[in-house]
């Protein structure tokens, strides 16, 4: 049997099959090192997609920064240092807490109503029939739709004098309603109009999640007369944990942003009832022209939805199923 010595300094020895000691070579000894060239490979590769983030991310962010430090009316135009006193001028007023507590219940609404449809939306798909394929197909119109069209389709839809659903209600006596325009309808309205607009991105990562469940698990369950709440409630919801983490943190993050589906309609209104967070910093810094403000206000929702992420990771991650 083949035996290695110690190396010396001119390599090792081990011995042939015969007997026969045999000096090996001190490179062949020695573990092999790792090679300069891949390293420098893989930063050539990492690089790009640092840099554009650096520049996509980083600099506008910086830029904000800076701007929120000044008293600067209009981007571009002469403006003086002053610290914080713009954060002390921004997080004293009435105004931004309450566009924050609007954007709290529209985050809320958002992530409740998109959650129940998608779940619902793509347990259903899971059904094998005879429309299922095509349903799957369908099922995604909502989300291709431009935002701008999904605003006029809720406009049309919710329009007092001809909308389907002013006539629907006015079938049992409940016309007259003013969806966009009552400060007490206008919000959980356009959470449904943007929820029916992006549930489907949900429905298509859920139902992915789905198919992954063996289906050996579910017939186990059969056999020891396990009933289909049951079923979901013991097995399908543990194992879509992981994917409904994923899908809270991200959707967290996406609908505080969002103002596109709420300025199409209602720009903030009927008398600020729509008026969140986004909203605000929006006509702050185009509409009153108080640009130093308006950065203030970003830094502080950044600072607020880096706490919100956190808490969420840190309370709300699933455990090991």
Known sequence: MASTAAPGAGGGLRTRPGGTPERVPEAAVRPRPRRRSETL???????????????????????????SLQNQAVVGTPSSFVGLDTYRTVL????????????????VGNLVVQTVLAMATALLLTRVGRWSKAA?????????IPTVAVAVIWQWLTNSNYGLVAKGLGAVRL???????????????????????????????IFGALQTIPGEVYEAARVDGVNAWQMFWHITLPLLQPVLFALGLVGTLWSFNIIDSIYLVTRGGPSGAS?????????????????S???????????????????????AKPEEV
């Open 92 to 107: 004293g007023d009435s105004a931004l807490w309450a566009s924050l507590r609007r954007s709290a219940v529209w985050l």
């Open 175 to 205: 016309d007259g309603v003013q969806f966009f325009a009552d400060p007490v309808w206008a919000m959980p309205t356009l959470i449904l109009m943007n929820s029916w607009h992006w549930f489907p991105l949900g429905t298509v990562i």
């Open 275 to 291: 008026t969140t967070a986004p909203v605000m910093i929006y006509d702050t810094a185009f509409k009153a022209f108080r640009a």
């Open 41 to 67: 490979l893989g930063i050539a590769l990492v690089a790009p997609l640092i840099l554009l983030m650096l520049l996509v991310i980083g600099f506008p962010l910086v830029n904000t920064v800076l701007l």
């Open 136 to 144: 799957r197909t369908w099922v995604l119109l909502p989300w291709v």
């Open 293 to 315: 403000e308006a950065a203030a206000m970003s830094v502080a929702a950044i600072v607020l939805l880096g706490i919100l992420a956190w808490l969420y990771i840190r309370f």
